[in-house]
């Protein structure tokens, strides 16, 4: 009795030529999307922040302290000191009322060197010069986001939904028109985290092959380029403003702790200490110091010509920190007392402002920040400018958190961890300070995660969860609904436009738009 030998499978048919060109078309299509898509998206942020940019010619809000101060770091290399009721004059080109007297400013002062370019290169006659930093610094956030949201989701399409709702948001519009510090720091925290992002994509085979050479041994990976970069990123955050610290902080410590759980799954044996001792060190290295070299860089200015407290340490041989070696230059010593300074400032700020609000308020946008505000014709037609988010993003996003939440603990999806992370550090710590002057636009920081946020819950609601695609009719349903949410949010937009530009409009359409108390 004979077995026969198995027969050599049939070689596969070559495919036709209908479907190499159907396969070339589909390539080429999402070629020209990855093109298209970011370009798209960048005409669309310049075009809705460059809209009537000088609607209200005048220093608006907190603009009386940014602008005459980028204004000033050009011209001296540091913050001055103004006269008495300064911006009538200024506004009108004249800047007679400037000293060259240093002035005591509370933030670092890289995002003032970043806004002032426009002063620097066109004069600072025209608003269009005060702002048109701050819009372009608005739409490179609305580019890094979809690139984020790209990233994570591996969609040109769910990257371009997550720029297209940045850019159509009520509240990222107005901070892109408006020369303040916040956006200029959420753009370098979105930078930080992306690099991390960048960082990831190959950390988990990095590890293996580690392993296959060296065997169990925790390893400690310095050649790391992009953890450099982002080191540089949350630096210059924290050089915008100290709350980027917090950003540095807690992805700093994701950073480490994705590379032992790399290495837990490389060796089966357990989470180890080691791994912390060793890449822990090593990310520090990487990481912190980058940081801490670009914010004390931003402060050339100070140390080439001069601010306040730069001499301090110099005036009197008992103005010395006391816990710094004393072979430490004197300049140091001036520096970091004027950080003590500035942090002592921050902690006792509690001045009562109209539209102050504390972190708890955010979440569901009970008291927006007024920026101008206008009134002709006795009262009947009005003018108003507030950094108000659009509703339908920032409501579905307060959803998703709790949503976020939930399925974090059901998939534990590292990108979504890392999503609710950067949210997280963006208004956690703000719960701690309930009684400091704050403000609900400091939510800029993480609004580019929180859109992302939503963006990854929606794309599982169309395409089901990593290793369960959804059904047909499910897709068609979830699609449905995604249209339909942007259409809403698209309607919103229009419709509170007048809130976000400043259009005059009769008082009684106006009130159509204050849904809360607080909006007023």
């Known amino acids: 009795m004979t077995v026969d030998s198995p027969q050599p499978a049939p070689p596969a048919p070559a495919p036709s030529f209908a479907q190499r060109l159907q396969r070339f078309n589909t390539v080429k299509s999402r070629r020209v999307a990855a093109i298209v898509t970011p370009i798209a998206l960048l005409a669309l942020a310049l075009a809705v922040r460059l809209v009537n940019l000088d609607q209200f010619p005048i220093l608006v809000f907190d603009e009386t302290y940014y602008v005459k101060d980028a204004y000033t770091l050009y011209l001296h290399g540091y913050e001055t000191r103004w006269g008495d009721e300064p911006n009538p004059a200024f506004e009108a080109g004249d800047d007679s009322a400037m000293s060259d007297e240093p002035s005591f400013v509370v933030h670092p002062p890289l995002g003032k060197w970043i806004l002032g370019i426009g002063m620097a290169l066109f004069g600072f006659e025209s608003p269009w010069a005060w702002r048109l930093p701050a819009v372009l610094v608005g739409a490179a956030l609305v580019l890094v986001t979809y690139f984020i949201a790209k990233g994570i989701t591996r969609s040109t399409f769910w990257g371009g939904v997550a720029g297209y709702l940045l850019a159509i948001d009520s509240q990222a519009i107005v901070m892109s028109r408006t020369v303040l510090l916040d956006t200029v720091l959420a753009l370098f925290v979105a930078l930080g985290i992306g690099a991390l992002f960048l960082d990831r994509r190959h950390a988990p085979a990095r590890v293996v092959r580690w392993m296959q050479e060296h065997g169990r041994w925790r390893p400690a990976f310095l050649l790391r380029p992009w953890l450099i970069v982002a080191g540089v990123a949350f630096g210059a955050a924290a050089a915008t403003k100290w709350s980027g610290l917090y950003f540095l902080a807690a992805f700093g410590l994701w950073s480490v702790l994705m590379d032992v759980l790399d290495q837990w ?146 998939t534990m999806n590292t990108a979504l961890g890392a999503t609710l992370l950067a949210i997280a550090a963006g208004y956690v710590p703000w719960l701690l300070y309930p009684d400091r002057t704050i403000f609900s636009f400091y939510t800029i920081v993480y609004t580019p995660f929180l859109i992302i946020l939503i963006v990854i819950l929606l794309r599982w609601l169309v395409c089901g969860l990593p290793g369960s695609p959804a059904s047909p009719d499910r897709r068609l349903a979830g699609s449905i609904f995604v249209g339909g949410y942007l259409l809403l949010v698209t309607i919103a937009y229009a419709f509170w436009s007048p809130v976000t530009y400043g259009y005059p409009i009769d008082q009684q359409w106006m009130r159509l738009r204050y849904w809360l108390p607080g909006w007023r």
Do not use: C
Request: proline content about 5%; hydrophobic content about 50%; overall charge negative.
């Open 265 to 410: 799954k490389a060796t089966k044996r357990g989470i180890s200490w080691l791994g912390f001792l060793t890449q822990g060190p090593a990310s520090f290295l990487l990481v912190v110091v980058p940081a801490a070299a670009t914010y004390v860089v931003s402060y050339a200015g100070w140390f080439l010509r001069g601010g306040y407290y730069r001499n301090w340490a110099e005036e009197d041989a008992a103005n010395r920190i006391s816990w710094l070696p004393d072979w430490l230059p004197l300049d140091v010593h001036s520096f970091v007392h004027y950080q003590i300074s500035t942090y002592e400032f921050h902690v006792e700020l509690t001045k009562d402002h109209a539209f102050q609000s504390p972190a708890i308020e955010w979440l569901l946008m009970l008291r927006p920040t007024g920026f101008a505000s206008e009134s002709h014709d006795d009262g009947a037609v009005v003018q108003y400018v507030s950094a108000m988010p659009n509703p339908f993003i920032w409501w579905a996003g307060t959803v998703a958190i709790f949503v976020g939440l939930f399925m974090f603990g059901r």
